[in-house]
């Protein structure tokens, strides 16, 4: 058996050199492995590998479960079974004494029996499924490695049984194990002879030798695989997890977000270029072109991806066929594959992402929603997007978008003087007979574009103003605001962002408050996330969260609910799937009398994210959608996303539904709901 064992440790050290080209490549990458509030990242990370909550999200993903705890099981059976290879009369009765040691063999042996049942679901599955699963060899290979090393461990539990012995007391839970043993101890040894002597002629000795030396090699074989293949995800999730890029509130709660870019580093470094008169080739510039200028954290993305499809199956430009986009799974695997050379460009020859798809894609967060080990794709799309645009290699359509922004403040380059018409209702008298309670928050409104100029979402903006004020709100605005960038972000005008986040952070300094609110998910998303810091946060939030975090502490109630069967909710990616308060939100428009008939985290979008709205190329996706929300037979649409609504309401249009109508929730919401 020493051979074995021998063999073991040559595929350990394989294994481990494997690991550590990958760990090399990864950290060469831009350096990004945050491990700031490192209590808060264990919590979530032991949450999310142990939770496995986002794999029992489909029934058969507690295949998957059973498998991932079969692991941590198997690994004291393995260990024993090394150790009796080198000393073979080694009991580990001896160490932990024979109950603990007869509970933990019951224990592996009924996991034994999950696991090849786990195992034959997922083959099935493969086989069902084969067509639109990602299928290979490696992933048979495994499988079966699996059934093997679980059936070696009943081999070798038979063996132990036939020996007999006080140490076998738990034989008597194990009756399929106990019945083999049975036949083989008719050639039992004689009194007194060492347990699995070397050279003893004995059918239970042989079993254990054959059983006990095939988990071995199973073993050895399936940890030099793992470095290879997919299943790195057992080694590299719990980093990936723990690395997230998380920037955490007061409350300990984790907000994602697009890697930030410090631009005055940034044109710092183009300074210092200018003076050592550098040639064109080494300036610094924005957003990754080769594998070494993306964040090592997206890096061990890739190396993390079980090439599970979920992100895939999520995508709505998958969903809606979009000509040559294959989803963020593909890019993830292409992504591993480069990352053997530092400086293989990600733009050019074999692009990491497809130019179509890189610019299709609506950054609703629904892959990465869908991800069990914690991958971010959408700020990998916004980096090769800063890298194009950076190099002006951006859609030429994007160019009148920023022209606009920069002269007028907004994306349609509308008159300035305008922004401000919904103001008025900052100063409308209240109705006389409001009792007014004294809130202590003051809150910032920030109009966005689509609430300052679009007609339908000003309305819906002075009806939450009016709503604010008459609940005792004091409420301020400014008249110097402008576009708070999102899409400029979104494409990855860094430059544009910065101007725009300057601007604003600017106004919000000068209008003392507690908290910002908005009608526009976009907006409140990118104040959260990319106009606050860990250093200096800043509380923004979309008005539904405002309310469902009302809602939440009992400090709203419903005068009455609307009319039930009448609307169906469409809720924003905003609120659904990139929102902590998601969960809330829902509950919030379920008890609005709004029928909210999905799961929001898999719901698709309207296809204006990401810039699509702008760009006008996610018209195939509001199509699917459009006619997903036809199909619940609703008369209204309810959203709170004015892009969203546009979206949505002008494929009605094209899909001749014209009589179905969208309304905001934020007007649903004041019209019904108060404040106590
Ligand atoms: S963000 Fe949305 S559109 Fe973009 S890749 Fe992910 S699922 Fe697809
Ligand atoms: S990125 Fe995540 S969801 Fe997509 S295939 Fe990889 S592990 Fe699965």
């Given amino acids: 058996m020493t051979v074995f064992f021998i063999l073991f440790c040559i595929c350990v050290f394989l294994s481990c050199v ?26 979530h990370t032991l949450a999310a590998a142990l939770g496995q909550h986002k794999v029992r999200e489909r029934w058969w993903g507690y295949a998957h479960v059973i498998i991932v705890y079969a692991f941590i099981v198997f690994l004291f059976a393995t260990v024993e079974l090394l150790i009796q290879s080198v000393v073979p009369t080694f009991d580990i009765g001896d160490v932990v004494g024979l109950k603990a040691a007869g509970i933990a063999h019951l224990i592996q ?9 786990a195992v034959v679901i997922l083959g099935v599955r493969r086989l069902v499924r084969r067509h639109t699963l990602r299928s290979t060899w490696e992933a048979w290979v495994i499988l079966g490695l699996i059934a093997l090393i679980m059936l070696t461990h009943l081999g070798v539990m038979v063996a132990v049984l036939s020996n007999g012995g006080e140490g076998a007391w738990f034989g008597r839970y194990m009756p399929i194990e106990a019945y083999f043993a049975r036949d083989l101890s008719s050639y039992a040894l004689p009194d007194g002879t060492v347990v699995f002597a070397p050279g003893v002629d004995h059918r239970a000795y042989l079993l254990y030798m054959l059983c006990a030396a095939l988990h071995i090699v199973c073993v050895s074989v399936f940890l030099v695989l793992i470095p290879r293949g997919k299943h790195l995800h057992i080694l590299f999730a719990f980093a990936n997890l723990f690395f997230e890029h998380r920037v955490y509130d007061d409350a300990g709660n984790p907000i994602d977000g697009a890697e930030p870019v410090d631009m005055a580093a940034f044109e710092a470094s183009l300074e210092e270029a200018a003076e050592k008169d550098l040639p064109e080739e080494e300036w610094p510039a924005l957003g990754a072109s080769r594998v070494c200028e993306l964040p090592s954290r997206m890096l061990l993305n890739s190396f993390s991806c079980t090439q599970c499809q979920r992100c895939t199956d999520a995508c709505p430009m998958v969903a809606a066929k979009l000509e040559g986009c294959e989803g963020p799974m593909a890019t993830e695997i292409r992504l591993r594959a480069m990352c053997a050379r530092a400086d293989a460009k990600l733009l050019e020859d074999a692009p990491l992402t497809a130019e179509r798809e890189l610019w299709a894609c609506t950054q609703c967060g629904a892959c990465e929603r869908a991800c069990a080990v914690g991958n971010k794709h959408t700020p990998r799309i916004i980096e090769l997007r800063r890298a194009l645009q950076y190099r002006e290699m951006h859609p030429k359509k994007l160019n009148e978008i920023f022209r606009h922004i920069e002269r007028a403040g907004n994306p349609w380059g509308y008159a300035k003087a305008d922004r401000n018409v919904w103001q008025s209702c900052l100063s409308d008298a209240l109705p006389e007979d409001a009792q007014l309670p004294k809130q202590t928050q003051k809150i910032f409104v920030f109009a966005g574009c689509m609430g300052a100029y679009d007609r339908a979402s000003r309305r819906t903006l002075q009806d939450m103003v009016m709503f604010l004020r008459r609940n005792g709100y004091e409420v301020c605005a400014s008249e110097r605001e402008i576009c708070c960038g999102e899409v400029l972000q979104a494409v990855g005008n860094e430059a544009g962002f910065d101007a725009c986040k300057k601007a604003n952070m600017a106004e919000f300094g000068k209008h003392p408050h507690d908290l910002i609110l908005t009608i526009c998910p976009h907006c409140a998303q990118v104040l959260r996330e990319r106009y606050g810091s860990e250093k200096e946060p800043l509380c923004a939030m979309h008005f539904l969260e405002f309310m469902a975090e009302l809602w939440r502490t009992g400090r709203l109630r419903m005068r009455d609910a609307v009319n039930s069967g009448h609307y169906v909710a469409h809720v924003p990616c905003g609120l659904g799937k990139k929102s902590y308060w998601a969960r809330e939100v829902v509950s919030l428009v379920r008890a609005l009398g709004v029928d909210v008939p999905e799961d929001v985290s898999q719901a698709h979008c309207c296809g204006g994210g990401g810039g699509q709205y702008f760009l006008e190329t996610g018209r195939d996706i509001a199509r699917m959608r459009a006619k997903e929300l036809d199909s619940f037979g609703k008369a209204e649409v309810a959203t709170a996303c004015p892009f969203c609504a546009q979206m949505i309401s002008s494929e009605f249009g094209v899909m001749g539904r014209k009589h179905v109508e969208t309304v905001d929730l934020v007007a649903l919401l004041v019209e019904h709901a108060e404040i106590i």
């Fill in 18 to 43: 494997q690991v550590g080209l990958h760990v090399r490549a990864i950290r060469g990458g831009r350096a990004s492995l945050k491990a700031d509030h490192v209590w808060l990242r264990v919590r």
């Fill in 109 to 117: 042996t009924y996991f034994a029996y999950m696991t090849l049942v």
